[in-house]
């Protein structure tokens, strides 16, 4: 095929080369096919029941995993999809249809049909969002009642793909493996639609409004896709190639910019394309990348093969800066797929994060010697997710140490120093991090974990949102004596939760003694802003304050003081 210049207008910055991948829609008449026959109506309302139920858990986890890859903000997006396919005013009409003779495909797909054309015909560009939604959520439904598999978002012989479609749901573009996919093009579409949305938030370059001219047929051809400037190119000549935006999206010079307290900001990343972002934002580093990205929605485990190269793409992509891995950090919200588990009355306190890892001795060997295999020439830096006690971190020493010795004896090149660090999530290790410091080289705060199990509060719970916020009297504390107990033995403190990225709360977080915040590539300005005006000694005054304060009202009043002395004007949501 010739050469084709397709115009469409820009959704999501970046550029990327790779084979277009044509990703089919399928409308809900489609989802019932095959199943379109009346049955008994008690058993198809039980049915029906079930699939929307756990429909509203799949949607909960995409909104906690996405959350913690873009932002509460993008997460929000999936949970009022999870508030649809809990909500009556969804399921009762889908139940009186069924008890009318349907079966529950059919009654699914005709009531969110129904229901979203209906909001799609207010002349209002939010309720219009939330028929797309909704249709969005009675495709899921419907795929659960079929077993139909959601479409293939990556090419099987592991090419970089650019997916091509009409137009994508927002949980699919959630989805997509950014390692994997290069960027999206899209027949139609808006910049102020969900899937664009989503896209910006991951760092996943699109092009929008295309039209007719992107076809099925064009399926399977090489193309440059330049979301900045809003064009596909269909079998790129050498020109083209040579004109792909070098820094496409980043806007910034990607040297990490320093400030005058010599506080680190890193980047959380999920992803090669998010670290790959975070290195043309600036980040001094990165902070966490969140491997369970790579494992969840799968039905078999990455190999080490995989992970090893996956991993080395990411620290290939920060040069001489530094990159912590964490851990598999699944199980509570974050169930995977390839990972059978009895049932557990309360997950989040269950087998998760090290937990798990310590339990399924393969599963970790395999992800430690790719984590040790992916840069031997630099330090590997190795983040344990979920530690409770000095036993478990000793456990995990051990199998680290036995990983490389075993590596090494096949003949293996790893890294020759291994820096072993801790999330602080549990109350318990914030209360004995004077007997952790000196076994550790680093400590790490997950504030949005730290925060639920401290308050006793389940921050999936809209009802206890009041109590989700590090202005907590008891989360100043707990990150005060963080910090005391490991500046005793000379180790550093990241905070890699939510509140590293906000303005308001960073000054109270310096003045405790944290060093590193690590934030979403896209909030690194923000954070960079807010401490190029910080004041160290009110920040540290603020800090003592703080720490004395007996409620949230207060902790507020002591960090607004903090904040009013600085420029920190601009919030980028991450």
Not at 98 to 127: N, P, T
Not at 226 to 250: I, T
Not at 262 to 286: C, F, K, M
Not at 310 to 338: C, E, H, Q
């Amino acid at each position: 095929m010739a050469r084709r210049l397709l115009i469409g207008r820009a959704g999501s910055p970046g550029a990327a080369v790779g084979r277009l991948l044509w990703v089919e829609a399928l409308g809900p008449g489609q989802a019932a096919d095959g199943d379109s026959q009346p049955r008994d109506a008690r058993a198809e309302a039980d049915r029906l029941r079930a699939a929307m139920a756990a429909a509203a858990d799949e949607l909960g986890a995409l909104a906690r995993e996405t959350a913690g890859r873009a932002g509460e903000e993008i997460g929000a997006i999936f949970e009022a999809q999870a508030l649809f396919a809990r909500d009556p005013g969804i399921l009762d009409p889908a139940l009186a249809a069924v008890s009318a003779g349907a079966s529950a495909v059919e009654a699914i797909d005709r009531v969110a049909a129904e229901q979203a054309d209906l909001l799609a015909g207010v002349d209002d560009a939010y309720f219009r969002e939330r028929a797309a939604d909704l249709r969005d959520v009675g495709r899921r439904v419907a795929d659960l009642l079929t077993g139909r598999t959601r479409p293939d978002l990556h090419r099987r012989d592991g090419q970089t793909a650019i997916l091509a479609a009409d137009d994508l749901d927002p949980s699919l573009v959630a989805a997509i493996r950014p390692e994997l996919v290069g960027g999206i093009a899209l027949v139609g579409g808006a910049p102020s639609g969900h899937a664009a949305i989503v896209a910006r938030a991951l760092g996943i370059p699109l092009v929008l409004g295309i039209g007719a001219s992107l076809a099925r047929e064009l399926d399977e051809c090489a193309a440059l896709l330049d979301g900045d400037g809003g064009r596909l190119v269909v079998e790129p000549a050498e020109d083209d190639l040579a004109s792909l935006p070098a820094s496409a999206g980043a806007g910034v010079s990607g040297v990490p910019s320093a400030n005058r307290h010599g506080i680190h900001v890193e980047a959380n990343v999920g992803s090669i394309a998010e670290a790959e972002l975070a290195a043309r934002l600036g980040a001094d580093g990165i902070g966490l990348v969140r491997t369970e990205l790579l494992f969840l929605g799968r039905t078999v485990a990455p190999g080490l093969v995989e992970q090893r190269a996956v991993y080395r793409r990411i620290a290939d992509a920060m040069g001489d800066r530094p990159v912590t891995f964490r851990t598999l950090d699944v199980g509570g919200d974050k169930p995977a797929g390839f990972e059978p588990t009895g049932a557990e009355a309360n997950p989040a306190l269950g087998v998760r994060g090290l937990r798990l890892g310590l339990r399924r001795e393969v599963l970790f060997d395999t992800q430690i010697q790719a984590i040790l295999e992916a840069s031997p020439a630099r330090p590997a830096r190795i983040l344990l997710p979920m530690v409770s006690s000095l036993e478990e971190l000793r456990a995990a020493r051990i199998a680290i140490e036995r990983v490389a010795d075993r590596a090494r004896a096949d003949g293996a090149a790893v890294s020759s120093e291994v820096r072993i660090g801790v999330m602080v999530e549990v109350p318990a290790l914030a209360l004995v991090a004077d007997m952790i410091a000196p076994e550790v080289d680093f400590f790490s705060i997950g504030t949005n974990d730290l925060i639920q199990y401290t308050l006793a509060a389940d921050r999936t719970n809209p009802e206890l949102a009041e109590l989700a916020t590090p202005f907590q009297p008891a989360i100043i504390r707990l990150i005060g004596a963080t910090c005391r107990a490991a500046a005793a033995h000379g180790r550093p403190v990241a905070v890699c939760g939510e509140a590293a990225a906000d303005p308001d709360v960073v000054g109270l977080l310096v003045g405790l003694g944290v060093g590193e915040l690590s934030v979403a590539p896209r909030a690194i300005a923000s954070v960079q802003a807010a401490l190029s005006g910080l004041e160290l000694g009110a920040a540290r005054d603020a800090a003592t304050a703080a720490e004395a304060a007996p409620t949230v009202a207060a902790v507020r009043a002591i960090a607004a003081g903090v904040r009013s002395v600085t420029p920190m004007e601009t919030r980028i949501a991450g």
